[in-house]
């Protein structure tokens, strides 16, 4: 014996046991839950619109890591008053029907969802003052064609420079496009965005945040200068924010301005889909063809030595293709 217990107490001694609440299977079905769609984010808080009321609210545990971003229709309980104070909570968020996704880098392999359940990516450019960048909006672009949304050109700043240098580079892609100015006329702008969820997408300075306000007049959206050492626009937006345009029946997504876009995630095949007359112009390619100017028996080339494609059209995808890869910057 040692100490007050024996080596038989020991033996016999029995843990006592925690007491936890028996594990079930069965969840909430959440049958008094509301629809909501997400407007922002801000620190892990969700700015939801709820039929016509804005509810704050907060990530259900349930959903564990699931991302919920930008344009995620979800369904919300709680506290849906809206009141000051008051905290929803996300319970569900439905199956996107879009996503707009992003690397940090071509090297990274996590992808960053940038908006849920748009249709149509509207790429702004400046054409003077920021200089266009051509390969930013090639990535732009592939981002659209991966996400299977409908890319816009929107050129700002017309009164600047000629649009014809930079429409000639795009024109055989058929991207469509409008020309806006400051000030100006913006009808055929608001008809592309009528009856659609768009995502405005651009370097900062190209006048994203001015097209908003004038296409939402209390939108109040900051505006922001480009330097005049650098060339470079100075971030106003620093989150996408959902604004509705009623007597369009349309939404627009504002994003902060980007300076890189990487397309880590995006696959040639992918990329090839978006060009359903290119597409079936591959189908004798040799398995895992990318179809870029350095494949030996690409189907592209043969077509355009038969005349079947158009070579500028042809080259214009392959150069959207070795986007992919060049660095993003």
């Not at 390969?135 to 299977?148: F, K, S, T």
């Not at 959206?221 to 369009?248: C, F, K, W």
Request: charged share 30%; with cysteine; glycine share 8%.
């Amino acid at each position: 014996m040692t100490g007050r217990y024996s080596d038989q107490d020991v033996e016999h001694y029995d843990r006592p046991r925690r007491r936890t609440r028996p594990r079930t299977k069965e969840r909430p079905t959440y049958d008094d839950a509301e629809d909501g769609v997400v407007v922002t984010v801000d620190r892990g808080r969700f700015t939801l619109l709820v039929d016509d009321r804005t509810v704050l609210a907060m990530k259900a545990r349930p959903l564990g890591r699931k991302g919920v971003v930008v344009g995620d229709r979800v369904r919300v309980v709680g506290d849906t008053s809206g009141a000051d104070g008051a905290l929803a909570r996300i319970v569900e968020v439905v199956e996107r029907s879009t996503t707009l996704r992003r690397t940090a880098d071509d090297d990274d392999p996590v992808e960053r969802v940038i908006v849920a359940n748009a249709d149509q990516l509207v790429v702004v450019t400046a054409l003077a003052d920021p200089e266009p960048q051509p390969r930013l909006i090639d990535r732009a672009l592939v981002a659209a064609y991966d996400a299977g949304m409908q890319p816009l050109l929107c050129l700002t700043k017309s009164d600047l420079a000629d649009p014809e240098t930079l429409l000639t580079t795009y024109r055989s892609l058929g991207v469509p496009w409008v020309i806006t100015r400051k000030g100006g006329d913006l009808t055929e702008l608001r008809e592309r965005l009528r009856g659609r969820t768009s995502v405005l997408l651009g370097s900062s300075g190209v006048g994203k945040s001015t097209l908003v306000n004038a296409l939402i007049p209390d939108a109040g959206r900051d505006v922001g200068v480009v330097n005049a050492v650098t060339g470079r626009g100075r971030h106003t937006s620093t989150s996408a924010y959902l604004l509705e345009i009623p007597e369009l029946d349309a939404w627009i997504v504002d994003t902060p301005g980007i300076r890189s876009f990487g397309l880590a995630h995006v696959q040639p095949e992918r990329l090839i889909e978006a060009f359903p007359d290119l597409d079936e112009m591959t189908e004798d390619c040799p398995r895992g063809c990318t179809h870029g100017d350095d494949e030996p028996e690409c189907g592209l080339d043969e077509a355009v030595r038969k005349g079947e494609a158009d070579p500028v059209r042809v080259e214009s995808f392959r150069r959207l293709l070795a986007a992919r890869s060049e660095p993003a910057y």
